[in-house]
């Protein structure tokens, strides 16, 4: 590994090309594996938000959209703050269930601790973006999914994690920015 390249960065030497380390993959999809759960419960409720809402404007009820939305806003957000709480005060003891590797363990501790921020985040957008589907707004959210994913994540993540060498921190801050915006 190249003493120069920055944490959980390899360096080829040979063709310039930079690539990412083992440990990054693992300490990134050992993250991943522990947001979902806040994603899937959060994901489950924008199906509910979603029929809820789409029911409540075929029946002419707007004040039954708002509560739609708050109720799925309050039920995804109370699990979004539960997990919050545990990545940040057991960062170490939640990647273990993956790994011993010290490498992997630094890292994803790191990257735990912004992933507290981006699922509360998230779990808003999840939820709202349910809200616009019952709505029968689909349009809107996907162009600006798209344009502030490849617009903003893509080249945040870049800038953070390789430009300015902040590795795999550095990517995730792009995506913290990406959800915030989002």
Known sequence: ENTRSPPGV???SRSNVILISVASVA??????????VSFMISLGVSSATQTLVGRAIGAREP????LALKNGMRVALTV????????????ELLMRIFTNDPGVLSLGVSVLRLGAMFQL??????????????????????LWQTALAWG?????AWLFGVRM?????????GGVIYVALL
């Open 10 to 12: 390899l360096s080829s």
């Open 27 to 36: 300490a990134s999809h050992s993250f991943i594996m522990l947001v979902n």
């Open 63 to 66: 004040e039954l959209v708002v």
């Open 80 to 91: 979004s703050v539960a997990l919050a709480i545990a990545l940040t005060a057991v960062p």
């Open 121 to 142: 985040l998230d779990a808003a957008h999840i939820v709202a973006i349910g809200a616009l589907r019952g709505a029968g707004d689909t349009r809107w959210p996907f």
């Open 152 to 156: 903003v994540f893509v080249p945040l």
């Open 165 to 173: 060498g902040h590795g795999l921190d550095g990517a995730y801050v």
